[in-house]
């Protein structure tokens, strides 16, 4: 809070007396009161009247017309209904149709035979093969029957035969089926020696043969063959 001084609060307050006796001094000072002003003397008015002109009798209406009466409607009148009478109907005349022109036949042409249809030939059947082939396949068989029999031969270890030593030749007969297998066997030409002959148709029958080829003796189930076996002394 602000810090006032004494002195200034006294010069304050001998002011605002002052103030205060002055305004009480204006309100009793006596007040002259003037006389209000005389009123201004009533401006004269002028007021001009013209007659106005008499406005023209408005036209008489005219008379309503007479209204005449509508005439009174005429009485109902009656009439007899008559029973309504059946239409019969009328035939028409119907003009007749004109003929419709058939059309005309035309004679049918004879049908063409058709041509005749080949027939399908047989294929020719196939050429048997060459003789010189099958002769050659013969002679390849009989070759390896002989090489094979020849591969096997053995000479007779019998005491017999060791003792004799006996040579020779012996020519077997044998049959066999196209499979190969042996179906018989015998000596067709002996070499003299029963030792040699028994040995030479031991070895052909236990021999194991290739089976027989499609082309050679293609007509028969079995063959005939003969071979020789020779036998040479150790």
Same mark, same amino acid.
């Given at each position: 809070?602000?810090?006032?001084?004494?002195?200034?609060?006294?010069?304050?307050?001998?002011?605002?007396?002052?103030?205060? &006796?002055?305004?009480? /001094?204006? !309100?009793?000072?006596?007040?002259?009161?003037?006389?209000?002003?005389?009123?201004?003397?009533?401006?004269?008015? #002028?007021?001009?009247?013209?007659?106005?002109?008499?406005?023209?009798?408005?036209?008489?209406?005219?008379?309503?017309?007479?209204?005449?009466?509508?005439?009174?409607?005429?009485?109902? !009148?009656?009439?007899? #209904?008559?029973?309504? $009478?059946?239409?019969?109907?009328?035939?028409?005349?119907?003009?007749?149709?004109?003929?419709?022109?058939?059309?005309?036949?035309?004679?049918? /042409?004879?049908?063409? #035979?058709?041509?005749?249809?080949? !027939?399908?030939?047989?294929?020719?059947?196939?050429?048997?093969?060459?003789?010189?082939?099958? /002769?050659?396949?013969? /002679?390849?068989?009989?070759?390896?029957? $002989?090489?094979?029999?020849?591969?096997?031969?053995?000479?007779?270890?019998?005491?017999?035969?060791?003792?004799?030593?006996?040579?020779?030749?012996?020519?077997?007969?044998?049959?066999?089926?196209?499979?190969?297998?042996?179906?018989?066997?015998?000596?067709? !030409?002996?070499?003299?020696?029963?030792?040699?002959?028994?040995? &030479?148709?031991?070895?052909?029958?236990?021999? #194991?043969?290739?089976?027989?080829?499609?082309?050679?003796?293609?007509? &028969?189930?079995?063959?005939?063959?003969?071979?020789?076996?020779?036998?040479?002394?150790?």
């Amino acid at each position: 809070m602000a810090h006032v001084d004494p002195m200034e609060r006294v010069f304050g307050g001998l002011a605002l007396l002052s103030t205060i &006796a002055v305004v009480f /001094a204006l !309100q009793l000072s006596p007040v002259k009161m003037q006389p209000p002003p005389p009123d201004p003397p009533p401006a004269s008015i #002028t007021v001009t009247l013209e007659a106005a002109a008499p406005e023209p009798p408005a036209p008489p209406a005219p008379p309503p017309k007479a209204v005449t009466p509508p005439p009174p409607p005429p009485p109902p !009148q009656v009439r007899e #209904t008559q029973p309504a $009478r059946p239409v019969i109907p009328v035939p028409r005349k119907v003009a007749p149709k004109p003929p419709t022109p058939q059309p005309e036949k035309v004679a049918e /042409a004879p049908a063409e #035979t058709p041509p005749p249809v080949p !027939q399908p030939v047989a294929a020719p059947p196939k050429p048997a093969a060459p003789a010189a082939n099958v /002769a050659s396949e013969e /002679a390849g068989y009989v070759g390896r029957l $002989r090489a094979y029999i020849r591969s096997i031969t053995q000479y007779p270890t019998s005491g017999q035969a060791r003792r004799e030593r006996p040579e020779g030749s012996t020519e077997v007969r044998f049959v066999l089926n196209r499979a190969g297998q042996v179906q018989d066997a015998s000596i067709e !030409q002996g070499s003299g020696s029963p030792i040699l002959d028994k040995q &030479a148709l031991s070895i052909v029958k236990g021999g #194991t043969y290739p089976a027989m080829p499609h082309e050679v003796w293609s007509d &028969a189930p079995e063959h005939v063959f003969t071979v020789t076996v020779v036998f040479t002394a150790p």
